[in-house]
Nanobody, 129 residues
């Protein structure tokens, strides 16, 4: 059974930094994509950053490119989202998600939530000015 457990959310002042962690377990192969989405009330869940475990490629939404960085510790099977220069509009619940198999990412990731099969419980990130 695939499980994703997030940690690291919290309250931070604008221009500060936070690092989110997602401990993954239960995968039987390395051919999947794992990453981070975020959601605010009344809006669709938005793709933020993705990591293709099969080839190590990373993908970012335009709204976070240059400020956020996704990485993976293979030994710990943990994915991280380093968030720098945080803005008040980054405030959201952040979810870790993983696909059930290979994904071929050929377009913007913002609207890709429907392609992911497994989700963590979410962690709140609040950025105040």
């Amino acid at each position: 059974e695939v499980q994703l457990v997030e940690s690291g959310g919290g309250l931070v002042q604008a221009e500060g930094s936070l690092r989110l962690s997602c401990a993954a377990s239960g995968f039987t192969s390395d051919d999947y994509v794992i990453g981070w989405f975020r959601q605010v009330p009344g809006k669709e869940r938005e793709g933020v950053a993705l990591f293709n475990v099969a080839d190590g490629k990373t993908y970012y939404s335009d709204s976070v490119k240059g400020r956020f960085a996704i990485s993976r510790d293979t030994a710990k099977n943990t994915v991280y989202l380093q968030m720098n220069s945080l803005k008040p509009w980054d405030t959201a619940v952040y979810y870790c998600a993983a696909s059930g198999g290979p994904l071929y990412i050929v377009a913007a990731i913002d609207q890709s939530a429907m392609l992911f099969d497994y989700w963590g419980q979410g962690t709140q990130v609040t950025v105040f000015s």
